[in-house]
């Protein structure tokens, strides 16, 4: 069996149509289906390794080292599958692909085009999970009417023809906003995204309405009139304290059985409701803490949006509130502001800027025993802090700062120039860590070994362990016996900074234990 759900969005960007696709593939995975979900974003970089937090949000890292949209994080969570390369996919990577192919002479003398070429790999792409799982759902990115998504709304049209009706459903995801002066919610934005779609050839078979107010059955009935959509499969999707909670609004209003209707599948098990108690348990909190994230992008939340989840994840495993505060590191009242936290996390990051601010704040929460959790660059510049204040190596520093330091504790490692697949000279990708017993990282993970997922170019300068070990400052995990993964210091309530990126590996009712950890340490002093 393979049936697809293809996702769009029109009226704005942002209106969540990942999270609208990951909640239909939520309760149709209650139903006891295997679902996995796959992005298609119109934007020409071959990925989004390259793209600017703030434009774009975080990167996420697939277990198999693909840099991707953060949505792929949202799939992760709300699905609790792995997702791969076969996941993500942009314009950029599919053109690239395409012309690869043109230039090997593949398409004997042929002109390559938009129509049969790139839909042809775009199409290619759609069935790449076809045999790991029953239902893709295949968000496309971007707006209705965007130049750069035709392609990819043309692939739709065209894999609509060429396949049964009944393997294929349409969701279409749109505003409706309220006019304050009117007093009224207004259709018009969707009926216009709507026809744009049909004029493409897309008729969608459910609209998932976003709006701030309820939508009463007139309105149904004129979106349904106008959109030439059945009333019953025009869904209100009012916004939510939580996102976790947009499955069972969907399912209150049937759009799993109306799913599986169109799609002609039988439930594989009895429903599973457990999953909408286990959620809403995660929102009843006796106590909250304090978490100070001191990095470059203090405004925008999505810079750290998987950090931000597995705090949010791990404290309501504790009945615990996580009330995460963002500080700019280059703020000059930084440790002023740190003197209100319960826990300090310093994230990863690439470049220079803001990074005399981290090294503070790793000074602060050492000296000042607050718990501390320092994740890839915030690892490196506890590694930094410690062999200038602690080993007294002045002006020691990454080379990824200062090239030419006297005390190059963080570097490029030979074994690392020599990493040329996936991603240039960057660790990318799960690697495994041996954690010493008798260790933080030991007592929190209660495992010796660990799989985690990386995504940097430097690392601890294996010259500089044992000058530092004399100071209390000790690695308690190697990569291989050589590349140092996690360190610790001795005589700290909590403080550990690892080279690995622990937060792409959260999901609800499934915390990470560092960053549980972190919250129990941030409990204890509050
Ligand atoms: N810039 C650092 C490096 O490349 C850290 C990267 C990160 O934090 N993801 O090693």
């Known amino acids: 069996m393979a049936k697809y759900v293809f996702i769009t969005g029109g009226v704005v960007s942002s209106l969540g149509k990942g999270i609208s696709g990951a909640s239909v593939g939520k309760l149709l995975q209650l139903h006891g289906f295997k679902v996995n979900m796959i992005k298609f974003d119109p934007y020409i ?22 840099e991707s949209d953060l949505d792929l994080g949202t799939y992760e969570r709300f ?58 759902i295949i968000e496309i990115g971007g707006t209705v009417g965007d130049i750069e998504g035709l392609p990819f709304m043309e692939s739709v049209r065209q894999f609509q023809l060429e396949n049964n009706k009944e393997d294929i459903l349409s969701i279409h995801v749109t505003l409706v906003p309220y006019i304050t002066a009117a007093r009224e919610l207004k259709t018009k934005p969707t009926q216009h995204s709507v026809n744009k779609l049909r004029e493409i050839g897309i008729s969608p078979d459910m609209i998932i309405c976003r709006t701030e107010y309820q939508l009463d059955d007139s309105l149904k009935k004129k979106i349904s009139l106008f959109c030439n959509v059945k009333e019953d499969c025009v869904i209100e999707a009012l916004d939510a304290s939580s996102i976790y909670y947009i499955p069972e609004a969907l399912y209150k209003q049937n759009v799993d059985s109306l799913v599986m209707e169109k799609l002609k599948i039988k439930p594989k098990r009895k429903f599973d409701k457990t999953w909408f108690k286990k959620i809403k348990s995660m929102s009843k909190f006796d106590k909250t803490v304090k978490i100070a994230i001191v990095g470059k992008y203090a405004d925008l939340k999505d810079a750290y949006k998987s950090i931000d989840e597995s705090l949010n994840i791990a404290a309501a495993e504790l009945k615990t509130k996580a009330e995460v505060h963002y500080l700019g590191s280059e703020d000059k009242d930084l440790i002023g502001k740190l003197k209100h936290y319960n826990a300090i996390l310093v994230p990863g990051g690439f470049g220079h800027r803001g990074i005399n601010g ?7 929460a050492r000296e000042n025993k607050i718990p501390f959790l320092g994740i890839c660059l915030g690892m490196q510049c506890s590694v930094i802090e410690a062999s200038r204040n602690l080993a007294n190596l002045e002006g020691a520093n990454s080379t990824e700062f200062d090239k030419n330091t006297k005390y190059p504790v963080i570097k490029i490692l030979d074994e690392q120039k020599n990493i040329k697949y996936r991603g240039g000279t960057m660790r990318l990708g799960n690697y495994k860590a041996e954690i010493k017993k008798s260790t933080l990282a030991h007592n929190l993970y209660k495992i010796e070994e660990v ?14 362990i044992e000058i530092l070990e004399k ?25 550990i900074g690892v080279q690995f990126h622990p937060e792409f590996d959260s999901r609800p009712m499934k915390a990470h234990p560092l960053f549980k950890g972190l919250i129990n340490a941030a409990l204890k002093i509050i």
């Open 45 to 66: 970089n071959v990925d989004p390794g390259t793209m600017n937090p703030y434009q774009h949000g975080e990167v996420f890292v697939t277990v198999d080292g693909t």
């Open 79 to 136: 699905l609790d599958v792995y997702t791969s390369k076969a996941n993500t996919n942009t314009a950029g990577d599919i053109y690239q692909t395409v012309i690869n192919r043109e230039r090997m002479g593949v398409y004997d003398g042929a002109t390559v085009q938009v129509i049969p070429h790139i839909t042809d790999e775009i199409k290619r792409r759609f069935i790449a999970l076809k045999n790991d799982c029953d239902i893709s």
């Open 358 to 364: 981290k090294i503070k704040a790793v000074t602060y």
């Open 451 to 464: 799989d985690e997922r990386h995504r940097h170019r430097y690392e601890m300068n294996p010259e500089f």
């Open 471 to 495: 100071t209390g400052f000790f690695v308690s995990a190697y990569h291989k016996g050589i590349l140092p993964e996690i360190v610790e210091i001795k005589n700290h309530p909590f403080f």
